[in-house]
Structure formats: C-alpha cells, structure tokens
C-alpha cells in the first residue's frame, strides 16, 4: 500500500477503474461506443490535475455527461468500484481526496442530470 504520488500511480488507478467499469453488468453499456485509447489519457490527466496539481485538464467534463442516461444506480456503481480500486492500491491523504472529490462529483451530477 502507498500513496499517489506521480502519474504512474495516477495511470493504474484509471486503468484498473476502467478494467471494472466495461465489464460491470450496470455500467459497461456507458463505455462500450468509447475509444478507451483516446478517452483514458483525459481521465489521467483530470485525476492528475486534481490529485497532483499536474496542469493539462481544461475541458468541461460535467457536460460530456449530460447526454448520457444515467440514473441513482450507476452513480452507485461508478462511486463503489472507483472507491474500491483505489483502496485496493492507495492509503493517505491523496488517496482519501481522490474518494471524498469522486463522490462529490458525482453528487453533483446526480443533482444536476437525474430528473
Ligand atoms: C454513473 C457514473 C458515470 C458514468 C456512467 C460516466 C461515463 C462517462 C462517459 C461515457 C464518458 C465519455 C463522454 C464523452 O467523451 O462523450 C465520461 C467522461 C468522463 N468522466 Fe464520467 N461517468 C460517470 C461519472 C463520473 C464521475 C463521478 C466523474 C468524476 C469524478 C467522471 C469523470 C469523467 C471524466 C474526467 C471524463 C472525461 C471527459 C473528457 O473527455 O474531457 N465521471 N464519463
């Protein structure tokens, strides 16, 4: 166990979330159209620019959300496999921000995008 300190660690986060997020039975369908390829380096960089200062993210990630059809359980799902992938790698401070920043998003969204 250790904490996130560079980008690498950012990279195994990201890459192992998604490795569970297309093979979940409630979430895989978001992600199933995506180019991974072109789509995994933005969440890198957006996780890197939050837990490491790392300049580079500036789009408006909120709005790429707003056309999906999301609802309480993907939330759910989303939150619970991100928290669990980084406690499977991670303990401190960092670690505790990546959850406690995750779920307020997606807080956020909730409220914003389900009707
Ligand atoms: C049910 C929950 C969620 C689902 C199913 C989901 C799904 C997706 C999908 C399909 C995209 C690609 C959109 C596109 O390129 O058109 C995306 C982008 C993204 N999502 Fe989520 N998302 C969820 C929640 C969250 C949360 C809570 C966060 C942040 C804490 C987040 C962070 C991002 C980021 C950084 C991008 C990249 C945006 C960009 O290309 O600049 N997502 N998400």
């Known amino acids: 166990m250790k904490e996130i300190e560079s980008i690498g660690d950012v990279e195994l986060l990201v890459d192992t979330f998604y490795q569970k997020l297309v093979k979940d039975d409630l979430v895989s369908h978001f992600f ?32 790429k959300h707003a056309r999906l059809d999301l609802n309480e359980e993907s939330f759910d799902r989303w939150l619970k496999l991100f928290h669990e992938t980084v406690d499977q790698f991670f303990v401190g401070e960092k670690a505790d921000l ?18």
């Open 32 to 63: 199933a159209e995506l180019n991974l390829k072109e789509h995994l380096p933005r969440v890198v960089q957006f996780w890197s620019f939050i837990l490491l200062d790392e300049a580079g993210y500036s789009a408006n990630m909120m709005e």
């Open 98 to 115: 990546a959850k406690q920043r995750s779920t307020l998003i997606a807080w956020t969204m909730k409220t914003k995008f389900i009707k």
